[in-house]
C-alpha cells in the first residue's frame, strides 16, 4: 500500500488513485504520531491537495481525531503553509479542533503572512483555541481592523481564550484602548463575565459609549454586592435613554437576590447612604426594581408637597415593572392634579397592562379596553394595539378586529392579528373566528410579510420569524 500511494500522480486513473490515496491515507494517519518518515508526511500533503473535496475532509477528520501527540501536530503544522489556501483553511479548523498548542507558532505565522483573507480569519479562528494571553494584542489589533469577517473572528477568538492571564490581557487593553475599542473589548468581558472592578470604572468613564457599554455588562454579571458602585453609574449616566438602561442594568443585579422583598430594600440601604439629590435621583431606578418597600418610598414622594420629589414619585411609579401599581397609575390618569402627570401614567399604564404576572388575561384586556377610551391621539391607540398581542386569548382578537376598518389604525391591527394567529393552540382552538379574521386581514392589509403569514395561518402552514440583525 505505501508503494502505491508513494507513485500516486496527477496521470493516473484519477478514480482508482484517488481510491488508493484515500485506503492508504486511512491506514496511515492514525500511526502518524510516530511517524517521522517523509513518505507519510509527503502522503498527507498530498490528500491535503486534493481537489476532491470528500477525500479531503475524511482526511482532515482523521487528522482532528484519528493522530494524538505533540509529533503529529508538528508534522500538520509542518505542511500547514505548503497547502493551497483552501486546504489552509481546513487544516486551521483541524488543528484548532486538536487543541495541541504544539501548533500555534504555525498558526501565528500563517496570520502574519497569508494575503488570503479568508485563511487569516480561519487562524484567527484557531487562535482562540491553541492561543494565550501574548495573542491578546494580535487579535485586539484584528479588533479594530475594520473588516467584519476579521472583527468577528478575532472576537469570538478574544471570548474564547481560556486562563486568567488572557482575561488580564484583555482586562489590560480594554483600560488603554481608544473608546471605540474600549466598547468592543468590554462587550468580550461581558462574554467571558469578568473584569467587574475594572467595568465599574468604567461605567464612570467621561464617554457615554463606554459608560453605557460598562453597565449593560455589569447588569448581566455584577453581583448585589456592587449595588453601591453601580448606583453611581446611574448617577454618571446622561438623563435619557443612557440614564435608563442604566436604571435597568441595576434592576437586573437586585433582580438577583433570591428574596423578592429584599431587593428593593438592598437598594434602599445604598440609597440612605446618599445626599438627597441623589436619592431623588435614584427613585426611577427603584420603581424598576418595584417589591412593597419600593411602592411605600414611591408613595411617599409622589404624596410629598415638594414639586420635584412628587414628580420623582410619579417617575417611581411609571417604571413599575408589573401590575401591582396599574390601580393607582389609572387613577392618576384619569384625576390627576397635572395634565402632563396624567399623560406620563396613561403612557405607562400602555406599557404595564399586558405584562404577564399575577393578574388574569381577563383584567389585563379590561385594562386594555379602559386605556382605549382614554387615549388622545393615534399613536397611543396604535401602540395600545401593539402591546394587546401580549393577552393570547379570543376575547382578544374580538377586541383587536374593529380597529381593522380604521385606516389610521388598520395595519397595526393587522398585526395584532396574525401575531394572535401565530400560536396554533390557540388559532386551532377558534379555527372559525381565526379564519375570517385572517380573511379580513389579507384583504385589508398593504404589508407583504403580514398578508404572506395571514395565508400561511389559514392554512395551517407555520411561519419563521426572522433573527434580528447581530
Known sequence: MMAEAHIYNASAPCARWRFVAFLAAIMLLPALAQAQDDDSLSLISELLREPDKDIRALALEQVRTQAPGEAATLKFAEILPTLPQDAQVGMLSALAARGDAAATPAVRKLLKDSPDESVRVAALEALGRLGDETDVGTLVAQLAAGDAALQKAARGSLIRLTGPQASAAIIGQMQRAAPGERVALIEVLTERRTGEQQLLAAALDSNSDVRRAAMNALGKFATPE?????????????????????????????????????????????????????????????????????????????????????????????????????????????????????????????????????????????????????????????????????????????????????????????????????????????????????????????????????????????????????
Open 226 to 470: 456592587h449595588l453601591a458602585a453601580l448606583v453611581q453609574g446611574v448617577l454618571k449616566a446622561e438623563p435619557g435613554s443612557e440614564r435608563a438602561a442604566a436604571e435597568r442594568a441595576v434592576a437586573l443585579v437586585c433582580q438577583r437576590i433570591e428574596e423578592p422583598d429584599r431587593q428593593a430594600q438592598a437598594l434602599l440601604a445604598v440609597m440612605d447612604q446618599l445626599n438627597a439629590q441623589d436619592r431623588l435621583a435614584l427613585m426611577p431606578t427603584l420603581g424598576r426594581v418595584g417589591g412593597p418597600a419600593a411602592l411605600a418610598a414611591a408613595e411617599q414622594a409622589y404624596n410629598d408637597k415638594d414639586a420635584s420629589v412628587h414628580a420623582a414619585g410619579l417617575a417611581a411609579l411609571c417604571n413599575w415593572p408589573d401590575g401591582a401599581v396599574a390601580a393607582r397609575l389609572l387613577e392618576i390618569a384619569r384625576v390627576g392634579e397635572h395634565p402632563d402627570h396624567r399623560t406620563l401614567a396613561r403612557r405607562a399604564l400602555l406599557r404595564i397592562a399586558p405584562l404577564e404576572d399575577a393578574r388574569s388575561d381577563a383584567r389585563r384586556l379590561d385594562l386594555l379596553r379602559t386605556l382605549a377610551v382614554m387615549c388622545t391621539n393615534d399613536a397611543e391607540r396604535n401602540q395600545l394595539l401593539d402591546r394587546a398581542k401580549a393577552v393570547r386569548t379570543v376575547e382578544t382578537l374580538r377586541f383587536v378586529l374593529p380597529y381593522l376598518d380604521q385606516p389610521a389604525l388598520s395595519e397595526q391591527a393587522c398585526l395584532t392579528v396574525v401575531e394572535l394567529a401565530h400560536h396554533s393552540g390557540l388559532r386551532e382552538q377558534h379555527k372559525d373566528e381565526f379564519h375570517q379574521a385572517l380573511d379580513k386581514v389579507i384583504a385589508t392589509s398593504q404589508d407583504a410579510t403580514v398578508i404572506d403569514r395571514a395565508q400561511r395561518y389559514k392554512v395551517g402552514r407555520t411561519w419563521v420569524r426572522p433573527k434580528p440583525a447581530s
